[in-house]
T-cell receptor
């Protein structure tokens, strides 16, 4: 089992460029999440997908879009990157079981926008 | 607005010390309280707490939830340099997880 995988691991973008961060999980989990982590801010939820076919905004969705492509894959797109989006991005997945669950995290993508 | 608060935000201790990390939460439709350890990369799971007053233990780490006070503590006894990390507390509702800012723990020899 690879768990949760993310690509790319590192990325540098110029302001205004677009890119898609890919995430896949092989644990047959229903729920998937995208977080960003900035120094002193902990993990902030960008978007989540409680189940295949559904997506919802989290705490900081502005400037991002997501696609739950199938049960395994959940991508995060930056349409027009801004320096404020420089961060480390983590994808996570969990198996919803009566609303009580733990999350498994991918290794992260370090994004720098210049 | 849902939120999770942790204290202290950073802590420096000597090897062998015992530390207590605090977490408080305000989350609608609360389901569980989770603790994670984050070293250089992704957070790794430590504990999930759903019932008040029941301590969970794993080696030198233990944690307990107080639903009346909307809080949890994480204790680490006989700390080692390998315990140096950011400890994240998170509260889950039905369909999402809210993280606190983390406590950065440094254990010096």
């Amino acid at each position: 089992n690879a768990g949760v995988t993310q690509t790319p691991k590192f990325q540098v973008l110029k302001t205004g460029q677009s890119m898609t961060l890919q995430c896949a999980q092989d644990m047959n989990h229903n729920s998937m999440y995208w977080y960003r982590q900035d120094p002193g801010m902990g993990l902030r939820l960008i978007y989540y997908s409680a189940s295949e076919g559904t997506t919802d905004k989290g705490e900081v969705p502005n400037g991002y879009n997501v696609s739950r492509l199938n049960k395994r894959e959940f991508s995060l797109r930056l349409e027009s990157a801004a320096p404020s989006q420089t961060s480390v991005y983590f994808c996570a997945s969990s198996e919803l079981a009566g609303g009580v669950y733990e999350q498994y995290f991918g290794p992260g993508t370090r994004l720098t926008v210049t | 607005e849902d939120k999770v608060v942790q204290s202290p935000l950073s802590l420096v201790v000597h090897e062998g010390d015992t530390v207590t990390l605090n977490c408080s939460y305000e989350v609608t439709n609360f389901r569980s309280l989770l603790w994670y350890k984050q070293e250089k990369k992704a957070p790794t799971f430590l504990f999930m707490l759903t019932s008040s007053g029941i301590e969970k233990k794993s080696g030198r780490l233990s944690s307990i939830l107080d639903k009346k006070e909307l809080s949890s503590i994480l204790n680490i006894t006989a700390t080692q340099t390998g315990d140096s990390a950011i400890y994240l507390c998170a509260a889950s509702s039905y369909d999402k997880v809210i993280f606190g800012p983390g406590t950065s723990l440094s254990v010096i020899p």
